[in-house]
């Protein structure tokens, strides 16, 4: 599944940092039931490419799956190895970018300045990360938004929470990726499938569907 496809389907991406490979597929079941369409595995998780092809083995055709915090050339390739096809960074590198689209990956690279979020756009990446989107602020989306072209995919990511998707949606968020409000190592299943549920009702809220 693409990433467009996933947003629209769910304007989510689950973010599981320190996950482990083997738990991945019960937490990504679980996540899967509550509707969610995006995971990434950020990289400074335990054997996270292990992970990552497990999920992709698992879930690739129907969910969008990748790699966060990749700031390596050489990891754009482990993760296209592993079967990912989504590359997460926090920062843009038009290097890594570069990489990404060689291997066909899509690219959500992390901007906090107009002047990156229109050197990424100009690369054509398939979105922008808005991080830390706490300090970066729903004013500012705003803002950003009136500027930027219509198509062009923001997602906040950072301190949102579900009492916040619908400010940020009014502010000009496409999406989002969520992280430790969601998953937290070693989290109990059943907290975690309340947590997801509570999230994509907040979503389905906020991006109403005709």
């Known amino acids: 599944m693409t990433l467009h496809d996933a947003l629209a389907a769910c304007p989510l991406i689950a973010i599981l940092r320190g996950v482990r490979e083997d738990e991945i597929l019960d937490v990504a079941a679980i996540l899967y039931d509550a509707g969610f369409r995006a995971i990434e595995v950020p990289l400074n998780s335990p054997d996270p490419f292990a992970s990552i092809e497990r999920l992709a083995g698992a879930y690739g055709d129907k969910a969008a799956i990748g790699a966060g915090t990749v700031t390596e050339l050489a990891d754009c390739q482990r993760l296209a190895d592993a079967g990912g096809r989504l590359m997460v960074a926090p920062n843009y590198a038009a290097d890594v970018v570069e990489e990404a689209q060689r291997l066909g990956l ?6 906090a300045t107009p002047s990156e979020a229109f050197a990424a756009l ?6 922008l990360k808005l991080f830390p989107a706490d300090t970066i602020g729903m004013g500012a989306l705003k803002a950003w938004r009136s500027v930027m072209p219509k198509d062009a995919l923001l997602l906040p990511v950072g301190g949102v929470d579900a009492a916040s998707i619908a400010g940020w949606r009014k502010a ?4 989002f990726g969520i992280g430790g409000a969601l998953y937290r190592p070693g989290i ?8 997801a549920k509570e999230f994509v009702a ?3 809220a906020a991006f109403p569907r005709d």
């Open 106 to 111: 899509a690219t959500l690279p992390g901007v």
């Open 122 to 127: 100009r690369q054509g990446v398939d979105g």
């Open 172 to 175: 000009g968020a496409d999406g």
């Open 188 to 195: 109990d299943p059943d907290t975690l499938a309340g947590t």
């Open 202 to 204: 907040a979503a389905k």
